[in-house]
């Protein structure tokens, strides 16, 4: 299987994607909600349209796993992995703080990531075993060794409210350990931002696989390590994930486990 073929279609998708959602920035006239504050707008389900248009002329027999359309049967070796709007509330809000994130999974194992910043222009790609790039050029974690030299992000699940304590908890713990914490809305450009050094460690929970498939794998070719709150390999519909440059992956093991809620 050519990887780079594959990777080089997905790139193509996202930025076909990403054209709707940079014409649709500012012009929004339809949000829906498909939870209290999870949104849907005709952004998202364009920028999805484009996307599937582009991957299914060069692979019609390939299944895909979409946010907006849901699993689509194909050949189950073969999986596109797609969030055409990752930051749906920023993008609804004029904030340029969104991407589009597609990876492709062969016989289960995500092998190929792309997530692009279409106002930005930023473009993060990885194959499996070939290193991660931004833009072309190869990317790699930082080397901060503690937590307290460490900036650090995170996204609250959207149904916080139902588990508000534990939430607010480990943030707390994070917040005074470290140097800073992060929320900025994309939990792809989270990850990505991990893989080129611009944080140390990102951690989330009751994410989806289209929000941390291409991301993860990014990460982890740029020599993060990815795992859930355990200290368990993560897994794409795994429900916690933490992604640190290695070093102080340990510490924020341990205040993420811990039971102290006091803030």
Not at 5 to 19: C, D, Q, S, V
Not at 134 to 157: A, D, Y
Not at 191 to 214: I, S
């Amino acid at each position: 299987m050519d990887l780079e073929y594959i990777k080089r279609i997905g790139t193509a998708a996202a930025y076909n994607g990403g054209r709707v959602l940079h014409s649709c920035l500012g012009n929004i006239s339809d949000i829906r909600k498909k939870g209290d504050i999870d949104l849907v707008t005709e952004a998202d389900t364009g920028s999805e349209k484009e996307i599937l248009a582009t991957l299914l002329t060069r692979f019609p027999d390939h299944a895909i796993l979409a946010e907006e359309s849901g699993l689509s049967p194909g050949d189950a070796d073969c999986q596109w992995i797609i969030d055409p709007l990752d930051g749906t509330t920023n993008f609804a809000h004029g904030l340029p703080q969104f991407s589009v994130s597609i990876a492709f999974a062969h016989r289960g194992r995500v092998v190929v990531g792309v997530v692009l910043n279409p106002v930005s222009g930023e473009l993060f790609t990885a194959v499996s075993g070939k290193g991660a790039h931004l833009n072309g050029r190869p990317i790699r974690v930082s080397q901060t060794e503690t937590v307290s030299e460490g900036l650090l992000v995170t996204g609250f699940p959207y149904n916080f409210k139902e588990i508000f304590s534990e939430v607010i908890g480990r943030f707390a713990r994070c917040l005074k350990a470290s140097r800073g914490v992060r929320r900025l809305g994309s939990a792809a450009l989270d990850l990505c931002f991990v893989a080129c050094g611009r944080f140390d460690g990102f951690w989330e929970q009751n994410l989806k696989p289209w929000d941390t498939a291409a991301g993860m794998l990014i990460a982890k070719e740029a020599g993060a390590r990815v795992t859930d709150f355990s200290d368990m390999p993560f897994t794409a519909d795994g429900p916690e994930i933490l992604a640190s440059n290695g070093k102080l992956h340990e510490e924020m093991l341990s205040l993420l486990k811990s039971e102290d809620t006091t803030v």
